[in-house]
């Protein structure tokens, strides 16, 4: 019953690293998501994949990209980290849209140093 | 562009005393509107969703909303907390986009504190 996995759950840049936050569901989810956790600014939405082969920009895309790798993994790529990158990324999947329940990960807490 | 809002950054209640967590809404059409809780250290998990019908939602752990369409409220209640229901809430209302895709756009989260 592992639902939505996330790696890693901590990670520490410099800026001007890159890094890779891997996803993965295993509930056959056509649709999943990449969000960002601030204080004071609840969720927002970075990128979405509303079913395999294709991914779409959500409020808040610029300096990441994503990859749909196939139907179960979803991965989100920071090319060049800024310190305003820090902050705690959850990805989410759903049957389709987010007119269903829609399930989160654990998140990854990523510091931008 | 559909928003929530939530006015109340935290809210403090005793333990069986009942608890209401505040979420007003802006939209054009008819809303879509959910609740998720998010516990210490964890991601979000689903609580309930208003679509159509009764004014009165029920959902996971004894919680219930009630949806309020002149006051564009949809607030979330307990008649009974417990310390354990001390956690993050956010608000969220579905968004269409141009493709016809729906997703959700989350309020700021309110804190529930549930003293013993």
């Known amino acids: 019953n592992a639902g939505v996995t996330q790696t890693p759950k901590f990670q520490v840049l410099k800026t001007g690293q890159s890094m890779t936050l891997q996803c993965a569901q295993d509930?056959?989810?056509?649709?999943m998501y990449w969000y960002r956790q601030d204080p004071g600014m609840g969720l927002r939405l970075i990128y979405y994949?509303?079913?395999?082969?294709?991914?779409d920009k959500g409020e808040v895309p610029n300096g990441y990209n994503v990859s749909r790798l196939n139907k179960r993994e979803f991965s989100l790529r920071l090319e060049s980290a800024a310190p305003s990158q820090t902050s705690v990324y959850f990805c989410?999947?759903?049957?389709?849209?987010?007119?269903?329940?829609?399930?989160f990960g654990q998140g990854t807490r990523l510091t931008v140093v | 562009a559909q928003s929530v809002a939530q006015p109340e950054d935290q809210v403090n209640v005793a333990e069986g005393n009942p608890l209401t967590v505040k979420c007003t809404y802006s939209?054009?059409?008819?809303?879509?509107l959910f609740w998720y809780v998010q516990y210490p250290n964890r991601g979000l998990q689903f609580l309930l969703k208003?679509?159509?019908?009764?004014?009165l939602v029920k959902g996971s752990y004894g919680f219930e909303a009630e949806f309020n369409k002149s006051q564009t409220s949809f607030h979330l209640k307990k008649p009974s907390a417990l310390v354990s229901d001390s956690a993050l809430y956010f608000c969220?209302?579905?968004?269409?986009?141009?493709?016809?895709?729906?997703?959700?756009?989350f309020g700021t989260g309110t804190r529930l504190l549930v003293s013993p």
């Open positions: 989410a999947s759903s049957a389709w849209g987010m007119n269903t329940e829609a399930f």
């Open positions: 509930m056959n989810h056509n649709s």
């Open positions: 994949s509303a079913s395999e082969g294709t991914t």
């Open positions: 939209v054009s059409g008819n809303p879509y």
């Open positions: 208003y679509i159509t019908g009764d004014n």
């Open positions: 969220a209302v579905r968004e269409v986009t141009s493709t016809g895709f729906q997703k959700l756009v």
